[in-house]
């Protein structure tokens, strides 16, 4: 082969390698370049949604407030309204669910209130308020025996409850069954003895006993604590039987 074609060929050959060499490094750099868009756009979004994710969490927790702030207020339409535009915002929070149920009920929507009650314990069934409330609705609703089993789930969860004790025994003395209700009530106490509710039911289910000594045992425990017990309980039972002297 003549020199000058040898030579020609070495430059070709040497012209391919630089050529692949330099459009290997041109895609590459390509590639990186894309790659580094992508992952500053990824991180942009990532910023984002958590910047969103965080004016919600901030928008939930005001809402929420103000739901609590216009139940005390007395304002339960309005609570209930805000409730649910809360639960909107967050659909998945069970706590929001209640608040709303208990709205609810204090506006006078006990049906209504037993949904959210039940949707907010499947969204978290461990919630001793929830069990609480959804026992109050229901034994404002007559329902005393499925109340009993809120209440009993609300001890479950936190075995030192006073309420949910004075409750069960509210819904026991509801049913007749005074004895059982005075050992609720006992426990409820037993618990906080400054339990109002507690104090006057148990009034009341001994008094349906006809354990009149009994009765006005209790009531002395009360006024002993400054708790005051219903007069016309009271006045019932002076009818019955006299207070010791």
């Not at 390698?17 to 580094?36: D, H, I, L, R």
Request: proline share 3%; with cysteine; glycine share 4%.
């Amino acid at each position: 082969m003549p020199l000058i074609i040898r030579v020609v060929w070495v430059l070709c050959c040497i012209g391919i390698f630089f050529g692949f060499v330099y459009f290997s490094m041109m895609n590459q750099k390509q590639m990186n370049q894309e790659q580094n868009q992508q992952a500053a756009e990824q991180s942009q979004q990532r910023a984002e949604e958590k910047k969103k994710r965080q004016e919600t969490k901030a928008q939930f927790a005001e809402m929420m407030g103000q739901v609590q702030e216009l139940n005390a207020l007395g304002k339960y339409a309005e609570a209930a309204k805000l409730a649910s535009q809360a639960v909107a915002l967050e659909p998945m929070n069970a706590r929001a669910y209640t608040w709303w149920g208990l709205s609810l009920v204090k506006a006078g929507k006990t049906p209504e209130a037993l949904e959210k009650f039940d949707q907010s314990s499947r969204l978290d069934p461990n919630q001793t308020k929830n069990y609480y409330y959804w026992g109050l609705a229901l034994l404002l609703d007559n329902h005393s025996e499925q109340a009993i089993d809120k209440f009993e789930n609300a001890l479950l969860l936190d075995p030192e409850n006073s309420k949910a004790y004075a409750s069960w025994g509210v819904a026991l003395n509801h049913l007749g069954k005074y004895d059982e209700a005075i050992k609720k009530l006992e426990e409820a106490l037993a618990q906080n003895s400054y339990n109002q509710q507690a104090y006057g039911v148990l009034v009341d289910a001994h008094f349906h006993r006809g354990q009149y000594q009994q009765a006005w045992e209790v009531a002395a425990r009360a006024r002993k604590n400054k708790i005051t017990i219903a007069q016309a309980s009271l006045k019932r039972l002076s009818d019955a039987s006299p207070e010791p002297r």
